[in-house]
């Protein structure tokens, strides 16, 4: 996910790999992707029935879908916006749902009985289909010497970009926005903890047969909307941290790591995050990250002997800066974050822009970074 613009000029993962190692990049391999469907409607429980229509409204097109469930149905309405969503392209699981919901699928008071059944059994076919994903990620990583990364992917493929995966809350503001989860976190918080328990369960499903099937070096979850912009600290320490920290356990127990995309407004959390056990947090942002203090991150994670990857914005540093300023944010990242080893650098979370100075700025960010690197 974190060079786009180059991913979706790729025919395959194998190209795109490729690519970056002819750049002299450090590519990482993904082990593919557990249901290349699961943005649609393929983890549904196979006894839900789904039906979607479209209403025509004095304020544009609403996308509508009811699934029935076993234990009742669930409804939802999306208002179209700037052409999304359309006939052909209306995902159960998606963060573009979020801010065009005129009626919320997973109304949480109501339907958490419902919830487990979008979360349903993981088929012997998606197994198979990883394991044949996973077989071709091993035989590419090793012919390079690669890291292997799997649990969430981003895209099944170049042109078919996906949200979920190994995930937490994110996924609570795809089916339920976030106004009434946020509420509901300090008024009723056993509702909520519950909801969260729901999801972690699927996740470790999920991250079982990452650690079985595939040789992943390291798994990922998902967190964007795990941060002080929806959660208190202490709602966090108490919901979504011991989530973490057993995904955290589990992969440990398999010999491998566990690595957290958090990119924002996450350092009151800082403690709870390490505590958690994680082995890197992804997504160290200087410019958008809210609150973002590099040196102070820096200094924790050192003497937690844990990673960081990231250190430069992509939308700000690289997309539409100038050249000068996309060098001072390479080296900033560099001098604060490359002391004493156990750092990463990488644009976040993207660099997405296909324009010309973008692809000069990342050649920048590039030919920047080989000459200040430590060997």
């Known amino acids: 996910m974190l060079f786009y613009i180059l991913?979706?000029?790729?025919?395959?993962?194998a190209d795109f790999v490729q690519r970056q190692i002819d750049l002299g990049l450090d590519a990482f391999v993904h082990?593919?992707?557990?249901?290349?469907?699961?943005?649609?409607?393929?983890?549904?429980?196979?006894?839900?029935?789904?039906?979607e229509w479209v209403e025509q409204g004095s304020g544009g097109k609403n996308f509508c879908r009811k699934l029935d469930t076993p234990a009742g149905p669930l409804t939802g309405k999306i208002r179209q916006r700037e052409g999304?969503?359309?006939?052909?392209?209306?995902?159960?699981?998606?963060?573009?749902?979020?801010?065009?919901?005129?009626?919320?699928?997973?109304?949480?008071?109501?339907?958490?009985?419902?919830?487990?059944?979008?979360?349903?059994p993981i088929t012997d076919e998606d197994i198979r289909v990883l394991r044949e994903e996973a077989d071709e990620a091993d035989k590419l990583a090793k012919r390079h010497g690669l890291l292997q990364v799997g649990g969430w992917k981003g895209s099944v493929r170049?042109?078919?970009?996906?949200?979920?995966?190994?995930?937490?809350?994110?996924?609570?503001?795809?089916?339920?926005?976030?106004?009434?989860?946020?509420?509901?976190?300090?008024t009723k918080p056993e509702i909520i903890k519950e909801y969260v328990r729901i999801i972690h369960e699927w996740n470790l499903k999920q991250i079982e047969?990452?650690?079985?099937?595939?040789?992943?070096?390291?798994?990922?979850?998902?967190?964007?909307?795990?941060?002080?912009?929806?959660?208190?600290p202490e709602v966090y320490r108490e919901i979504v941290a011991p989530t973490l920290r057993r995904e955290a356990e589990l992969v440990h127990q398999a010999g491998?790591?566990?690595?957290?995309?958090?990119t924002s407004a996450f350092v009151p959390l800082l403690e709870d995050i390490l505590g958690s056990g994680i082995d890197v947090l992804i997504g160290l942002d200087p410019k958008e990250g809210k609150g973002t203090?590099?040196?102070?991150?820096?200094d924790m994670f050192r003497k937690a002997g844990k990673a960081l990857w990231g250190g430069v914005s992509g939308p700000l540093s690289v997309e539409i800066a100038t050249g000068e300023?996309?060098?001072?944010?390479?080296?900033?990242?560099?001098?604060?974050?490359?002391?004493?080893?156990?750092?990463?650098?990488?644009p976040v979370d993207n660099v997405r822009e296909h324009t010309e100075t973008a692809w000069e700025n990342t050649q920048r960010f590039i030919d920047v970074w080989k000459a200040n690197r430590s060997d």
């Open 7 to 13: 991913y979706e000029q790729c025919k395959t993962d």
């Open 31 to 51: 082990v593919g992707h557990l249901n290349h469907n699961l943005h649609l409607y393929g983890g549904l429980d196979p006894r839900v029935q789904v039906q």
């Open 84 to 120: 999304w969503p359309t006939e052909d392209d209306f995902p159960l699981l998606k963060d573009w749902l979020v801010g065009r919901a005129e009626e919320v699928l997973v109304k949480p008071e109501e339907d958490l009985e419902k919830l487990p059944y979008l979360f349903g």
């Open 158 to 186: 170049p042109g078919v970009q996906v949200d979920p995966g190994v995930m937490g809350c994110d996924a609570m503001a795809w089916l339920s926005g976030f106004e009434k989860v946020m509420i509901l976190s300090l």
């Open 209 to 232: 047969v990452y650690l079985e099937v595939t040789r992943a070096d390291l798994i990922i979850r998902r967190g964007w909307y795990e941060t002080t912009e929806f959660w208190t």
């Open 256 to 262: 491998r790591k566990y690595g957290y995309i958090i």
């Open 293 to 298: 203090d590099l040196k102070l991150v820096k």
């Open 325 to 346: 300023e996309t060098e001072e944010a390479v080296c900033q990242a560099l001098d604060i974050l490359g002391r004493g080893g156990g750092f990463i650098l990488s």
